[in-house]
């Protein structure tokens, strides 16, 4: 189980590395933040973090309800828009979040 994360143990110890952790967790956390203002019924998945040389990639999956009140084009667009502002008052760096709408049909 431990090999299947794809953690390099060695690199625990290293304060860089936590840092790291730690602010894709913050990351995490504002997306989820932003979520939750919006509606208690969206939920995000598969989220990631991709850092290039000039920006920061936050990618993750939206999942709302068949029949949700905002339009998908409307609801995408603010959310990337929040998300990002906050993450780049955070990080001091360019943010692009790319997101995807699922719906949830069960």
């Known amino acids: 189980f431990i090999q299947s994360l794809s953690i390099d143990w060695n690199k625990i110890e290293d304060d ?12 995490k956390e504002v997306v989820l933040e932003v979520l939750l203002n919006i509606s208690n019924q969206i939920a995000f998945h598969d989220f990631r ?3 290039g040389t ?8 939206v999942v709302i ?3 949700f009140s ?15 502002e906050k993450c780049e008052r ?5 943010i692009h979040v ?6 949830d049909y069960v």
């Open 54 to 61: 000039t920006h920061i990639n936050v990618l993750f999956d």
């Open 98 to 103: 790319i997101l995807n709408i699922d719906k």
């Open 16 to 27: 860089s590395y936590l840092r790291e952790i730690e602010a894709i967790n913050k990351l």
């Open 70 to 84: 905002i339009e998908d084009e409307v609801l995408k667009q603010l959310i990337i828009n929040e998300v990002k």
């Open 49 to 51: 973090i991709v850092k």
């Open 65 to 67: 309800p068949r029949k």
């Open 90 to 94: 955070i990080t001091g760096t360019i």
